[in-house]
């Protein structure tokens, strides 16, 4: 068995990402016709995925959703608390952690193609298919409106960061087995 305990390189990689989405998230392009604005999220998602431990990536995003849930202005736009959750883009941030986590099982440090696949699935397929499930019940708007007013918007943007994050996951973990 894989020994459990938190390092301080678990701890400290973590807190990282933590920060890094909360800063992100104020970065915010609304969009008149969808509840969802556009956000770099996404994309300290599939990074903290590709870069950190399956457990350093759960609980990077863990910490994040437990300090804007308690309160602190982290989510899209400097929205915070657990009513967030009742909001149309709370099924996105219960999805976070799974598709880093979804992300890390699948990337392959060796293997660019495999990395690309698992940004995909992992920060696009399961963010989206979370979302907007989740908009569609919160809204009570069917399904093909939920994927109209948060998903289809959304793809490209969430494609081009796969694109981004692929090569820059890579560089970054090399860079980090090259220091060990």
Known sequence: MKNSKLTIQDLTYSALFAALLASVAYLVIPLPFSPTPITLQTLVV????AILSTKQAGLSILIFL?????GAPVFSGGSAGIGVLAEPTGGYLVAY?????????LAKKDSYYQTALAMVLGGVVVIHLFGVIWMS????????EAVIAGSLPFIPGDLIKAAVAT???RKINNHLAARK
């Open 46 to 49: 599939m990074l903290a995925g």
């Open 66 to 70: 437990l300090i804007g849930f308690s």
């Open 97 to 105: 952690p799974l598709g880093a986590i979804l992300i890390n099982l």
């Open 137 to 144: 019940f919160v809204t009570e708007m069917n399904l093909t």
């Open 167 to 169: 090569p820059l996951s």
